[in-house]
DNA sequence: CGCCGGTTTGATTAAAGTCAAACGATGTGG
DNA sequence: CCACATCGTTTGACTTTAATCAAACCGGCG
C-alpha cells in the first residue's frame, strides 16, 4: 500500500516518464486548475522542492480524521472522497475531490476528517510546517486558497440546505446536477459516477436502498437512462434541475 | 426600518454617547473578537472611514439571497440568523451570528443567504467595493479573514455531519453543545436561546413540533430543566456531550 | 379580560430506514 | 471454458422516526 515516486511534482505515468527535473511541474496536467496556478516560477520550483508527487490505488486511506496533521495534500488526478465518523459507525462524506483540489485548508494541527481514494489518485504531498513558511512568502498562493475556502464555503452552505430541507428525490437530482456541473462544463449529459451506491449515500444522508430505489425511480419516469452502475445518461436534465431546486 | 447613523464605527448607545470622532473605534466592544483586531491604528481608521454603524431592531431582514451585494457587514451585538430559501418556503438557516462575526465573506456580486436580526442587533457597514480595496493593502486583514473563513468550514462541516447523520436527540444536545461553547466559555450551565424555536427547527433541518418534543423529553429525562422558553439550565452537561457525539 | 403569537401536546400519516432476499457483474479455480 | 463464490446493487416487506394535522396551552399586551 502507498506506494510513492521521490519525483517532485510530477503526476502521470506520461509525465514521470518525460519529467523534466530542472521544472518538474511544467508537465502538470492540474496546474491550471489548482492553487498552483497563482504561482511564478520561483514560487512553483519553492513548492516543487517540498513536494512529493505519491500514487494511490483505489479505495486507499491516506488521512485520518484526529491524526497529526503532518502533510497537506493537492489531488492531481483521480476522485477522493472526505468524511467523518459517528462513535456508532455513522459516516457522513462531507465531500468528493477531483484534480485541483487541496486538501487541509481548514487543517490547524490535527485532521478534522477523514480521506479515501474512490479511484486510482495521484496527490502532491507537502508537509505541513513547511507548506506554511512557504506560504509567508507568496501571497498570491494565499489568495488562492482564500478563494478555494470560499467557493468550499458556498458548496458546504449548498449541501447544508440539501441535508436540511430537501426530500431524497431532490437530493439525487441536486447531485446529478452537482457532478454535471463539475463535468467537462460543456452540456453533455452523460455522466460517470465513479463513487458506490454507499458513498453516494453518505454523502447525501441517505440509505444505499433509498438512493437505488430513487435512481430506479428517475429511470422508470424517464428523466435518466442508466448503464451499468456508474454511468448516467440525463434525459431530462432541465426537469432535473427543476427537481434540484424544490420547484 | 431600518433605522440608521452616520456616526462610524461606534456600536452601542452607550458607546455612542461617548463617541470620540477622532478614533470612533476605540470604544468598541466586539473589537477584540472581530476582524478589526487584526488592524493597527492606521487600519483601524481606514477602515472606519467605510464604516457606517447601523442599529437594527429585532427581525428585521437586512441581506436578501440573490440581491447585489452592496454592503457587508461586522456584527458588534445582538444575534443574526444567515437562512436559505427553496422555491417553496421551505427555510434552512445555516448559521446564528453574533458580536466578532463577519458577513460576506464567501459573497461575490450577489449575497448568497437572506440575513435576519434574531435580537436587536447593532452591525457596521462597509461599501463591498470599498471594503475589496481596503483589503488589498491590509494583508493582516485579508489573512484574519481568511482564518475566519476556515472556523466557518470547519463550523459547516459539522453542521453536514449533524444534519447528515445525527437522530433529532443528537442533534437537539449538539445545539445545546454549541451554545454552550459559543458563550463565555466559563462552565457557565446556563443557556441563554435568543431565537425561537422556529429558528432552531429551521437551523437543525427539523419541525418546531420536534424541537418542542425533544426539550420536553430531555426534561423529563433530567438533562435540562428549562426556565421559560429561552432559558436552559444544562443539568447533566456530560451527558448530553456524549448524546452529541452520538453514544 | 380576552386576544394573539408562539409553544406544547396529542393523534395520525408518510417518508425513509431496516431487515432480508434476489439479482448481476466480476473474478477464480476446477 | 464454465461452475461458482463474492461483492455491490436492486427489489420487496415491514418498521420506525419524524412530519403533518389539529387542538390545547401559556404569557404578554392592548
Chains 1, 2 share one sequence.
Request: aromatic share 8%; with cysteine; glycine share 6%.
Amino acid at each position: 500500500m502507498t506506494p510513492f515516486v521521490q519525483t517532485q511534482c510530477t503526476h502521470t505515468a506520461a509525465a514521470l516518464a518525460t519529467a523534466d527535473v530542472e521544472d518538474p511541474c511544467s508537465h502538470c496536467e492540474s496546474r491550471a486548475v489548482s492553487m498552483c496556478a497563482s504561482l511564478d516560477e520561483a514560487g512553483l520550483a519553492a513548492l516543487s522542492h517540498i513536494t512529493t508527487a505519491v500514487p494511490y490505488a483505489a479505495k486507499t486511506d491516506f488521512v485520518s480524521e484526529g491524526e497529526p496533521a503532518t502533510y497537506l495534500f493537492n489531488v492531481t488526478s483521480g476522485t477522493v472522497k472526505l468524511y467523518r465518523l459517528l462513535a456508532d459507525g455513522r459516516r457522513q462524506i462531507v465531500g468528493f475531490l477531483s484534480a485541483g483540489d487541496f486538501i487541509g485548508i481548514a487543517v490547524d494541527d490535527c485532521y478534522l476528517y477523514s480521506a479515501e481514494t474512490v479511484t486510482p489518485v495521484t496527490v502532491c504531498r507537502f508537509p505541513r510546517v513547511r507548506f506554511k513558511a512557504l506560504l509567508e512568502n507568496y501571497p498570491a498562493l494565499e489568495k488562492r486558497l482564500f478563494l478555494m475556502a470560499r467557493h468550499e464555503l458556498v458548496a458546504a452552505q449548498d449541501q447544508i440546505l440539501l441535508l436540511g430541507r430537501k426530500t431524497a428525490k431532490e437530493r439525487i437530482a441536486s447531485f446529478l446536477m452537482t457532478v454535471k456541473r463539475h463535468g467537462t462544463g460543456t452540456g453533455d449529459p452523460v455522466l460517470v459516477l465513479p463513487m458506490s451506491r454507499s458513498d453516494i449515500a453518505d454523502y447525501l444522508g441517505l440509505t444505499i436502498e433509498t438512493v437505488s430505489r430513487t435512481f430506479t425511480q428517475f429511470r422508470q419516469e424517464g428523466l435518466i437512462r442508466l448503464d451499468g452502475v456508474s454511468n448516467v445518461v440525463l434525459l431530462q436534465p432541465d426537469a432535473l434541475a427543476e427537481l434540484a431546486e424544490g420547484l
